[in-house]
């Protein structure tokens, strides 16, 4: 199966191909390095979804600075490593890096495909095991050296090889959940690299959107430990300081292949509380918070404010312990989904910036079938069900909720209101809170962080193929509630190793329908992505997806 994209960018070359350069590993590397970076979702949800100000052909003006309020500590901007989850992902690795793929974020009616960055086409070959990649010519990184193929293997071998000097522990666990299957990668030409993978795996065009390409020469230069303090790779942006975690500045990078930005410089600040958010909008300090208030969105409409939002891979869930206690019944797991008012925590509390969960599935994504919407509110089923299971005087339990963190909304709120629902039925709920960093690192471990019977939290299921097994899957490394269902098991198996994307469509439908059906988790709302973006700011395409492409904007002087 060969796919290809149009490549209007491309240079021709005059450089021979040289002699095969091969790197083969023994075995691929674990899945836990990214464990707490899987559970980072973003959070948002809307009131008005699609593009803020377009521009107009005639008179739109390039540059400004746009200055994003974040909702968390920025990552580690070394490539891999991370550490602020997707919203960091999105709104600095991104604008960085880039991989052989890259999301394209340039609609908003539908997901967001994967299209050709780095490399202009691929093919896979019979055994779904063996791809070949034709790469971008002429690309150049921020410090004006070549990418090529030499560069692929050299990030390759930085990610998966320990004996490379510029290896570290941290880069290899990084990279493990999206490059961690790769067991061989050659150099067949400046312009061709050839990747096997361990086993087939239809959706490695997607993983390698996350496998981030930097410049050797910089990386050389600095070393792997410093890096970080001077980033260099071929993304829209360029690096030009930061305060580490707290604050990043980028400028626009001219010979950036699709094009140059249109922005002067990106500043992107950390302004985790949402109070701190709006007070920052408001007074011009920026002009473009992620996830604001729901309480403060009317009267920042009131202001002129634009609030974007689109439907997109988010789903903000109770896991529950399905092997301990009344949870341990599929009937009590049911009965507690039917007693959750999702319209009224979507509409009321949460003003129209998340939809009702009714399934597993977000109702953003390519395995949504409406016809899977499965948990209206239904006390009196809940009741029934409860009673049927022998819970009719009801229980107690506890969950475990994050103050906050990336793509949790507002966790204690949402979790208060959940509680009172369950109340209703009979089901009491003890809210033991901690702090998002411990949550994860806990759940990393395979551990409920303050011996709670079921977790509060945000993910999503898929922004990348990869992390589905590692939330429904038997056996994830993280703690799941120790669901298991081998009839998921084995349409996740199919999935992966199809070439076909409506094959895996399919499967991995069939494989959340399942799943809505044991209700190992306490469905509660989609979050929307919002964001509150000021009246200067122009050319934004919401896209139904984490990420989003900063090129198209400009900020009026």
């Not at 580690?76 to 991104?94: C, H, Q």
């Not at 790469?135 to 071998?157: I, M, P, Q, W």
């Not at 061709?192 to 990386?219: C, E, M, Y």
């Amino acid at each position: 199966m060969t796919h290809h994209r149009p490549d209007p960018c491309a240079h021709p070359s005059t450089r021979r191909p040289r002699t095969p350069r091969i790197r083969r590993r023994r075995a691929p590397l674990g899945v836990l390095g990214l464990a707490a970076a899987l559970l980072l979702p973003f959070a948002a949800t809307g009131c008005g979804t699609g593009s803020a100000a377009d521009d107009t052909a005639g008179g739109a003006k390039s540059g400004g600075t746009l200055v994003i309020g974040a909702t968390g500590k920025l990552p580690n901007p070394d490539t891999v490593i991370g550490g602020a989850g997707f919203e960091g992902k999105r709104l600095v690795s991104f604008q960085l890096y880039e991989g052989l793929t890259r999301y394209d974020l340039s609609k908003a009616d539908g997901p967001a495909p994967i299209t050709a960055a780095l490399a202009t086409s691929w093919k896979v070959a019979a055994d779904k095991r063996t791809w070949t990649f034709t790469l971008r010519k002429g690309v150049k990184f921020h410090d004006g050296t070549a990418f090529d193929a030499d560069a692929v293997l050299f990030n390759l071998d930085r990610y998966l090889d320990k004996k490379s000097p510029h290896y570290t522990d941290a880069l290899g666990a990084a990279a493990g959940e999206y490059a961690g299957g790769i067991t061989e990668y050659t150099k067949l030409a400046d312009d061709r690299v050839r990747l096997v993978t361990g086993k087939p795996n239809g959706h490695f065009p997607q993983d390698l959107a996350h496998v981030l390409i930097a410049s050797p020469t910089a990386v050389k230069k600095t070393g792997s430990a410093k890096f970080s303090g001077n980033p260099v790779g071929t993304g829209p942006f360029r690096f030009v300081r930061q305060q580490t975690g707290e604050q990043i500045e980028l400028a626009r990078f001219d010979g950036y292949w699709r094009g140059a930005p249109k922005l002067d410089r990106l500043v992107v600040k950390a302004l985790p509380d949402p109070a701190a958010r709006t007070a920052a909008l408001r007074s011009g300090a920026v002009n473009w918070i992620e996830y604001p208030n729901p309480d403060d969105i009317p009267s920042l409409k009131a202001d002129g404010v634009q609030l974007l939002t689109n439907h997109y891979d988010h789903l903000w869930y109770w896991i529950l312990d399905t092997t301990a206690g009344p949870w341990k019944d599929p009937r009590v797991r049911r009965a507690a989904n039917y007693a959750v008012d999702r319209e009224a925590i979507a509409e009321d509390l949460l003003h129209g910036t998340a939809a009702p969960a009714e399934q597993a599935a977000p109702s953003g994504t390519f395995a949504y079938d409406a016809a899977n919407d499965t948990y209206r509110h239904d006390p009196a089923e809940a009741r029934r069900l409860l009673a049927e299971a022998g819970y009719a005087k009801g229980f107690s339990t506890s969950v475990t909720v994050p103050t906050g963190g990336s793509g949790n909304l507002v966790p204690v709120p949402i979790a208060e209101a959940v509680q009172r629902d369950l109340a209703a039925v009979g089901i009491k709920a003890e809210i033991r809170t901690t702090d998002w960093s411990t949550l994860i690192a806990a759940e990393a471990k395979g551990k409920v962080a303050r011996g709670s019977q079921a977790i509060a939290q945000s993910t999503t299921l898929f922004q990348s193929e990869a992390l589905l097994p590692l939330f429904i899957g038997t056996g994830s490394p993280f703690w799941t509630g120790h669901y298991s269902n081998p009839k998921v098991d084995k349409l996740l198996a199919s999935a992966s190793t199809s070439t076909d994307p409506a094959a895996r469509e399919a499967d991995y439908t069939e494989a959340l329908k399942l799943v809505t059906e044991d209700a190992p988790w306490l469905f509660v709302v989609n979050d929307r992505n919002p964001r509150a973006v000021s009246p200067k700011v122009h050319g934004v395409v919401q896209p139904q997806s984490w990420f989003i492409d900063l090129t198209t904007v400009r900020v009026d002087r």
